[in-house]
C-alpha cells in the first residue's frame, strides 16, 4: 500500500504532464472519450492522480529530505550540527546565522509546498463538475484543504507571511498575505477537514489524511501562535475523540520500519527503500561516524549495503548532557563506537555524538531508507495540551499528568508540582522535555521560537543571532521572479 501511495503519482503525473502539454497529437490516435485531455480531470482517476501528486509535495521527501527539511529546523539549534562534504558550507550558514536569500534549501522549503497548494487548486476547481460521487467529492475537497492548509502552515512557520493562491487563475505576481489573512485562512481550512475528513482508520488507504490529522495540525497551529485557549480546547477534544491512539511502549523501537504502523503515529512523512529515493529516509547515511564498524551500547552492526557518507550529523555534548542518567531516549544516540580496526573511538567530549532515532533499514536500497518520519505524534498532543494548560493557568495536576504520562515512558519518575512551581519553571520544563523527546523530528526551531528562547540561545552559543532570525529569508529567486513579493526585514 505504501508504494501505491507512492504517491503512485510519478507514472500517473507523467500522463497528466503530458496531457497538459498537448498529447492530443501523440501518436495521433484516436482517444476514448473519458481519458481525453479536456475530460481528464472530470475523472476519478484524473483526480486521483492530481491528488497523489499534491500528497507526495506536502511530504516534501524528495532527495536528501533530512538535510533539507529537517536540518534547517535543527542546525539553527542546541541539538544539530554538521561537518564533511559539500553542504558543509551551506550548513554552517546555517548554524553560524550568516543566512542570506541565495542560501540553498531555501527552495526546497518553497517551491515544493507551493506545488501542493497549485495542485490542490487545481482539485478544488474540477471537483464540482467531475464524475465523484457525491460522498467523494467532499473527501477529495478536505483532502485538498487539508494538504493546502498543511502546506501554508509550512510555509508560514518557516517564512512568515507568503502570498495566498487560493485559485489557478490569480494573477502571475501576487504579493504577500496579511499576517491575519494567513492565520484566518489555514484555520479556516484545517477545521473544514477536521469535518469533512473519516477517521483515523476509516481513510480509503494508509497516508491518507483524516481527522486526526488535520486536528493535530491545528492544535500544533494554535500552539505555535499562542492562541492557548484554543489549543487547550481542541487538545482536549482530541484527547476524548480519538481513543486508537497510544504511546508505543519502548522509545527505542518506536522509528524503527518494522513499527511504523504504531498506535502513536498520528501523521508521518512516508518513507520507501526504493532505487529512485523519490519517498526515502536518508538519515542514516548522515549519522555513522568515520569507518564505523559497531556501536555495543545500543546493539548496531554496520551492513555492508549501507551507505557512510561524508556528510556527517553530529549532537552537541552539552544538549546530551541535559537528559538524565535514566531517560531510555539516550539509547538512540551513541557516545562512543568501534572502528573498521577494531579500536573504541570515543565521541562524546567534542561535540560528535550521533543520533539513530531512525534506526538503519535492513532491507534499505543504497541511500533510500524505509523510515517514516513522524510529524505529529501523540506525545507532541500530550505535551501541547501540558504547555497550554500552564500558559493559562499555571503549573496543575492535569499538565503534570501529561508531562508525566511522557516521562514514564522514558522511564523517568514522576515530577512533582514542587518541582515546577511557578509558571516560568513549568515552561522551562516541558520545554526541556520535548528537547528530549523530539530531537531530529524537526520540532526544536519552532519550540524554542514559541518559549521566547530561540535567540537568546543562539547567542549564547555565540551565535550572531538577531530578531529578524526568528524568519528565513525569502529564496532570491522568488523575489527576482515577482516584484509583488517584498523580502523579509534585514535580508
Known amino acids: 500500500m505504501k508504494k501505491t501511495i507512492k504517491y503512485s503519482l510519478l507514472g500517473t503525473l507523467v500522463s497528466a504532464t503530458l496531457f497538459l502539454t498537448g498529447c492530443k497529437d501523440y501518436l495521433k490516435e484516436e482517444v476514448f472519450s473519458q481519458l481525453a485531455p479536456e475530460n481528464y480531470l472530470n475523472t476519478k482517476e484524473g483526480l486521483t492522480s492530481v491528488l497523489y501528486e499534491a500528497y507526495a509535495k506536502a511530504a516534501n521527501m524528495n532527495g536528501n529530505n533530512s538535510i533539507y527539511v529537517l536540518g534547517p529546523q535543527e542546525f539553527v539549534t542546541d541539538i544539530l550540527y554538521q561537518s564533511g562534504d559539500n553542504v558543509e558550507a551551506t550548513i554552517r550558514n546555517f548554524r553560524?546565522?550568516?543566512?542570506?536569500?541565495?542560501?540553498?534549501?531555501?527552495?526546497?522549503?518553497?517551491?515544493?509546498?507551493?506545488?501542493?497548494?497549485?495542485?490542490?487548486?487545481?482539485l478544488l476547481e474540477n471537483i464540482p463538475n467531475?464524475?465523484?460521487?457525491?460522498?467523494?467529492?467532499?473527501?477529495?475537497?478536505?483532502?485538498?484543504?487539508?494538504?493546502?492548509?498543511?502546506?501554508?502552515?509550512?510555509?508560514?512557520?518557516?517564512?512568515?507571511?507568503?502570498?495566498?493562491?487560493?485559485?489557478?487563475?490569480?494573477?502571475?505576481?501576487?504579493?504577500?498575505?496579511?499576517?491575519?489573512e494567513l492565520k484566518?485562512?489555514?484555520?479556516?481550512?484545517?477545521?473544514?477537514?477536521?469535518?469533512?475528513?473519516?477517521?483515523?482508520?476509516?481513510?480509503?488507504?494508509?497516508?491518507r489524511a483524516h481527522k486526526a490529522a488535520a486536528s493535530g495540525y491545528l492544535i500544533k497551529f494554535y500552539l505555535n501562535t499562542k492562541n492557548w485557549n484554543e489549543a487547550s480546547t481542541l487538545s482536549a477534544q482530541f484527547l476524548s475523540s480519538f481513543k486508537n491512539y497510544s504511546l508505543y511502549a519502548q522509545y527505542k523501537d518506536l522509528f524503527k520500519v518494522e513499527n511504523e504502523n504504531n498506535p502513536e503515529y498520528i501523521w508521518v512523512r512516508p518513507a520507501i527503500a526504493s532505487s529512485d529515493r523519490v519517498t526515502a529516509n536518508s538519515w542514516s547515511n548522515?549519522?555513522?561516524?568515520?569507518?564505523?564498524?559497531?556501536?555495543?551500547?545500543?546493539?548496531?552492526?554496520?551492513?555492508?549495503?549501507?551507505?557512510?557518507?561524508?556528510?556527517?550529523?553530529?549532537?552537541?555534548?552539552?544538549?546530551?548532557?541535559?537528559?538524565?542518567?535514566?531517560?531510555?531516549?539516550?539509547?538512540?544516540?551513541?557516545?562512543?563506537?568501534?572502528?573498521?580496526?577494531?579500536?573504541?573511538?570515543?565521541?562524546r567530549g567534542s561535540d560528535n555524538i550521533r543520533s539513530f532515532k531512525y534506526w538503519p533499514d535492513p532491507n534499505n536500497v543504497g541511500a533510500a531508507h524505509g523510515n517514516d518520519i513522524p510529524e505529529i505524534r501523540l506525545a507532541d498532543i500530550l505535551l501541547s495540551r501540558a504547555e497550554?494548560?500552564?500558559?493559562?493557568?499555571?503549573?496543575?495536576?492535569?499538565?503534570?499528568?501529561?508531562?508525566?504520562?511522557?516521562?514514564?515512558?522514558?522511564?523517568?519518575?514522576?515530577?512533582?508540582?514542587?518541582?515546577?512551581?511557578?509558571?516560568?519553571a513549568f515552561r522551562d520544563m516541558i520545554l526541556l522535555e520535548r528537547g528530549h523527546e523530539f530531537f531530529n523530528e524537526g520540532h526544536r526551531r519552532m519550540d524554542l521560537i514559541r518559549t521566547g528562547k530561540f535567540i537568546s540561545d543562539a547567542q549564547a552559543r555565540g551565535k550572531n543571532a538577531q530578531s529578524f532570525h526568528l524568519l528565513f529569508p525569502i529564496p532570491q529567486v522568488v523575489i527576482d521572479s515577482d516584484p509583488a513579493i517584498k523580502q523579509n526585514p534585514n535580508y
Open 286 to 347: 548522515v549519522s555513522f561516524p568515520d569507518n564505523f564498524k559497531s556501536a555495543p551500547e545500543v546493539g548496531l552492526t554496520f551492513k555492508s549495503t549501507w551507505l557512510n557518507w561524508p556528510n556527517e550529523f553530529r549532537i552537541y555534548d552539552k544538549f546530551y548532557n541535559t537528559f538524565e542518567a535514566a531517560d531510555k531516549r539516550k539509547d538512540l544516540m551513541i557516545t562512543y563506537y568501534t572502528n573498521t580496526s577494531d579500536q573504541r573511538v570515543e565521541l
Open 130 to 180: 467531475s464524475n465523484l460521487t457525491a460522498a467523494e467529492k467532499t473527501l477529495y475537497q478536505a483532502e485538498a484543504r487539508f494538504l493546502r492548509a498543511v502546506s501554508y502552515y509550512k510555509l508560514y512557520f518557516f517564512f512568515g507571511t507568503v502570498p495566498l493562491r487560493t485559485s489557478t487563475s490569480q494573477a502571475l505576481s501576487l504579493p504577500r498575505a496579511s499576517d491575519d
Open 96 to 122: 553560524e546565522f550568516t543566512w542570506d536569500p541565495n542560501m540553498d534549501f531555501l527552495v526546497q522549503n518553497w517551491d515544493t509546498y507551493y506545488q501542493c497548494i497549485r495542485d490542490a487548486n487545481i
Open 184 to 207: 484566518q485562512f489555514i484555520t479556516t481550512e484545517l477545521k473544514f477537514a477536521i469535518e469533512n475528513l473519516p477517521n483515523p482508520g476509516a481513510e480509503a488507504q494508509k497516508y
Open 388 to 424: 497550554a494548560l500552564n500558559e493559562l493557568n499555571g503549573p496543575n495536576a492535569d499538565a503534570l499528568d501529561l508531562v508525566n504520562q511522557v516521562r514514564s515512558r522514558a522511564g523517568l519518575p514522576a515530577l512533582k508540582l514542587e518541582s515546577v512551581a511557578t509558571k516560568e
